[in-house]
């Protein structure tokens, strides 16, 4: 309730300070996430959600999915979309209309980690070569924002994948019709990409920035990594980093990323429809 | 948790025994679940779960009002915002509020403001913002009984609560609480909702055919729902005070 647009310099001076320590003003330590509390396939009209909470954030996302045709340069592949919304009841930062710069970061930053993973099996999407695939939208939306949206997204937007129960069709004769099977998140999902949010102050680097240090952040820096692999950065804010900051932060997500797939163990969610 | 592949509906909405397709009596309710505080940063909030919605609402104010020109110079004014969530519904709904969300948020605001005492905020505005994220039949009756308790838990001074729920006819009987099958392939839909201080409705909508005997007996149904809505309400909001009482004193009395 005491969110403010402005955070007064005495509590910016308070989490520096402590920051300086290597402190936190939650308690937490510099390499620390909050606690992760995960819901998954609650939506009943979904075909796959989620319902996560770091910390106080909160995410819920839906995936639908409909048939259409394939872009001609992929013809055997289906397509994923990464839609974010910041309500305007998650915050008094939020305001109505389209989209903003930030949710849209949001969305795109999620994206390009699934994307560019190995993650969603575009191929296993395709009904038939040329004519029909499906197309499956993922739609994040923001319930409570207390910093740190995209990895609370990020989370969110895979176990709704891997939750999602599709079902199949077949074209005959150039009609679709159903199987009466589905396409769950075992065929669709195939690497599951973490996405890492770290936070600078000053030369203070730090993971999983919550409300007010996100808002008195120079600069944050996102990157999602795979098993083996890092598969995006987005840097955002005024800041900058140093090549060593840099490489620092790669190395730190690969092993806080193996700790956090394995603390987290996706694959629990996926649902079995036969 | 039962899927359907395409959006049909059945030709009988009664099984064999009698009773409703989910299992329900004529004038049973789906299960209600209520919350309240449920978003940290609202300054008041609710989450209601009635059979498959799922719906959240949160308050903000008396807060300035954008854009400037819509403040009253005597009074505050109430917005409501209805939205739903694009995988909430069969096919996927466009992201943007239509047609339909915007008057459902009109209606909303008409029926939610009587209870309210605006013209002790002059110049402000209290804004509600409801988003439904799972759909099945009812989502404004939902909404605005979701919406009266976010307003109580964020102390806002009001003459009483509001409830809502929707009677309709399927098959030819008068049925309370319709669900998403049976408002689509039902005959008759009247949603309603009572402010409890006068007793009076104020919300109603109605589409079908009806007599004007079963319009009257619709109300009268409407009433007994809802009195059994309202003690939920009433003890969801008790128990979280009740919940910060345990909390402070170490679960004693």
Known sequence: ?274 | MPLIIKDEYPTKLFREDGKRLDGRDKHELRPIKMKVGVIHNADGSAYLEWGNNKVYAAVYGPREVHPHHLAKPDRGILRVFYRMATFSVFDRKRPAPGRREKEISMIITDCLEPVLFLELYPGTAFEVFIDVMDADGGTRCASTTVAALALADAGIPMRSLVTSVAIGRIDGELVTDLSGIEDKAGGADLPCAITWFNEEISLLQFDGDMSLDEINQCLLLAKDAMAKIYQIQLETLKNKYITIQQETTGGGQ
């Open chain 1, 1 to 274: 309730m005491n969110i403010k647009r402005i955070i007064s310099k005495i509590e910016k001076n308070y989490i520096i300070h402590n920051l300086k320590k290597e402190e936190r003003i939650d308690g937490r330590g510099l390499w620390e996430y909050r606690n992760w509390k995960i819901d998954h396939d609650l939506i009943a009209s979904a075909e796959g959600s989620a319902d996560v909470q770091l910390g106080d954030t909160h995410v819920i996302t839906g995936l639908k999915y409909e048939v259409g045709e394939p872009f001609p340069d992929v013809p055997d592949e289906g397509v994923c979309t990464i839609m974010a919304e910041l309500l305007p009841l998650a915050s008094p930062l939020f305001e109505r209309g389209p989209p903003d710069e930030q949710s849209i970061e949001l969305a795109r930053v999620v994206d390009r980690g699934i994307r560019h993973a190995d993650c969603v099996q575009t191929k296993k999407l395709c009904i038939k070569e040329n004519e029909a695939v499906y197309i499956l939208f993922v739609d994040m939306y923001v319930i409570n924002y207390a910093g740190n949206l995209i990895d609370a997204g990020g989370v969110s937007a895979l176990v709704s994948l891997i939750s999602s129960h599709v079902p199949e069709g077949k074209l005959v004769e150039g009609n679709l019709e159903w199987t009466g099977k589905y396409i769950t998140g075992d065929t669709i999902v195939k690497e599951l990409p973490l996405v890492l949010t770290y936070g600078k102050i000053e030369d203070m680097i730090f993971l999983d920035p919550n409300l007010p240090e996100e808002l008195i952040c120079e600069g944050r820096m996102s990157i999602s990594v795979t098993e083996d692999k890092v598969t995006s950065i987005q840097k955002s804010g005024p800041a900058t980093f140093s090549v060593d900051e840099i490489k620092m932060l790669c190395q730190k997500s690969m092993e806080i990323g193996k700790k956090l797939r394995k603390g987290l163990d996706l694959w629990q969610y996926k649902v079995d429809y036969k």
